[in-house]
């Protein structure tokens, strides 16, 4: 059972992070203060260290600060493991939330493509796809 929660915190604490520097953010932030207030911690404090924390990593990622990002990261991975050991019944709503950030592969993205071919006969590829990078074809000039 020890494996399945620190699995499970280390999964969470890893979306925790990537989210905080998202636009979702103000909404994760909510049910994570939710999730971490059971007990004794009050939602302001949770919500004061969620805040710090995310300040925090926004300065890491502008300096390129990777150890002080996996320090936060270890930080609310601790703390997720205190709060599924104190609460059994959090982990069902850290996995739901999990669920709800990360869909996997059961939703495939689906994208429109549209194509218009002009100006006579083609001799090169003709390629359609939903995201191809920068790309050119033909002689380079210049």
């Given amino acids: 059972m020890e494996a399945e929660l620190v699995a499970l915190a280390t999964a969470g604490a890893t979306a925790l992070v990537q989210q905080m520097v998202t636009d979702t953010w103000t909404s994760v932030r909510e049910r994570a203060v939710s999730f971490f207030s059971r007990g004794s911690t009050t939602p302001e404090s949770v919500a004061a260290d969620l805040e710090t924390a ?16 996996a320090d936060i990261q270890a930080e609310w991975r601790s703390r997720m493991r205190r709060t599924l050991r104190a609460d059994p019944e959090a982990a069902a709503e850290l996995r739901t939330l999990l669920d709800e950030l990360s869909p996997g592969e059961t939703a495939p993205q689906r994208l429109d493509v549209h194509n218009t071919i002009s100006g006579g006969t083609q001799h090169g590829p003709v390629i359609q796809s939903g995201t191809i990078g920068n790309i050119h074809f033909g002689n380079q000039r210049g």
Avoid: I
């Fill in 54 to 69: 995310r300040a925090e990593l926004v300065d890491a990622q502008r300096s390129a600060d990777a150890e002080t990002a």
